[in-house]
């Protein structure tokens, strides 16, 4: 039983270049989501998703998108690379009302 | 909207001394409250959760939390710490009916010295 399966784990980008982030998870669950933590700000959600077809914006989305592929996979695309999204990034699953499990995390550079 | 505090960004104590960790949120509605912890390099783990029923519960590696409703405060305790519970250790809700939307505070780093 994998969990919830980030891929790739690092990966340095020059600014203006895309790319996606992929994230699935074994466990059946409805909700997905998309954090990315910074230094001394916690995790700040960037979209999620309640249930397979629905997405939503979380409290940082500006210069993300989402797609939930179906109900296993969950991805995250920077069409336009910026040093401040340099970050590491986590995806997440759960069901409602219980508590959410996290990849290990994809650690993001922007040069 | 909602939002989570926690109180104090470092903590550090010594081994075998008692710790607690700070939380208090804000929310219009009723909550979920959950306690999760960061070892290095790694993801995140649940320690505990609130969900109904005793305000005082109980996680993994003898820590325990204690919901109180009426100061919107859910604080982390531990009677004696060790060198191994060194991490960073954050505090979360979900509000009862937004989608299982998660929402975490800024996180606490725990150092226990010998």
Same mark, same amino acid.
């Given at each position: 039983n994998?969990?919830?399966?980030?891929?790739?784990?690092?990966?340095?980008?020059?600014?203006?270049?895309?790319?996606?982030?992929?994230?699935?998870?074994?466990?059946?669950?409805?909700?997905?989501?998309?954090?990315?933590?910074? @230094? #001394?700000?916690?995790?700040?959600?960037?979209?999620?998703?309640?249930?397979?077809?629905?997405?939503?914006?979380?409290?940082?989305?500006?210069?993300?998108?989402?797609?939930?592929?179906?109900?296993?996979?969950?991805?995250?695309?920077?069409?336009?690379?910026?040093?401040?999204?340099?970050?590491?990034?986590?995806?997440?699953?759960s069901?409602?009302?219980?508590?959410?499990?996290?990849?290990?995390?994809t650690?993001?550079?922007?040069? | 909207?909602?939002?989570?505090?926690?109180?104090?960004?470092?903590? @550090?104590?010594? *081994?075998?001394?008692?710790? *607690?960790l700070?939380?208090?949120?804000?929310?219009?509605v009723?909550?979920y %409250?959950?306690?999760?912890?960061?070892? @290095?390099?790694?993801?995140?783990?649940? %320690? %505990?959760?609130?969900?109904?029923?005793?305000? %005082?519960?109980?996680?993994?590696?003898?820590?325990?939390?204690?919901?109180?409703?009426?100061?919107?405060?859910?604080?982390?305790?531990?009677?004696?710490?060790?060198?191994?519970?060194?991490?960073?250790?954050?505090?979360?809700?979900?509000?009862?009916?937004q989608? #299982?939307?998660?929402?975490? #505070?800024q996180?606490? *780093?725990?150092?226990?010295?010998?």
């Amino acid at each position: 039983n994998a969990g919830v399966t980030q891929t790739p784990k690092f990966q340095v980008l020059k600014t203006g270049q895309s790319m996606t982030l992929q994230c699935a998870q074994d466990m059946n669950h409805n909700s997905m989501y998309w954090y990315r933590q910074d @230094p #001394g700000m916690g995790l700040r959600l960037i979209y999620y998703s309640a249930s397979e077809g629905t997405t939503d914006k979380g409290e940082v989305p500006n210069g993300y998108n989402v797609s939930r592929l179906n109900k296993r996979e969950f991805s995250l695309r920077l069409e336009s690379a910026a040093p401040s999204q340099t970050s590491v990034y986590f995806c997440a699953s759960s069901v409602v009302a219980r508590e959410a499990f996290f990849g290990q995390g994809t650690r993001l550079t922007v040069v | 909207a909602q939002s989570v505090t926690q109180l104090d960004s470092q903590v @550090p104590v010594f *081994e075998e001394a008692p710790v *607690e960790l700070r939380c208090n949120y804000s929310s219009s509605v009723s909550v979920y %409250l959950f306690w999760y912890v960061q070892y @290095p390099n790694q993801g995140l783990q649940l %320690l %505990l959760k609130y969900l109904s029923g005793s305000t %005082l519960v109980k996680g993994i590696n003898g820590f325990e939390a204690e919901f109180n409703k009426s100061q919107t405060s859910f604080h982390l305790r531990k009677p004696s710490v060790h060198i191994s519970d060194t991490a960073e250790y954050f505090c979360a809700v979900r509000p009862y009916n937004q989608g #299982g939307k998660l929402i975490f #505070g800024q996180g606490t *780093e725990l150092s226990v010295k010998p």
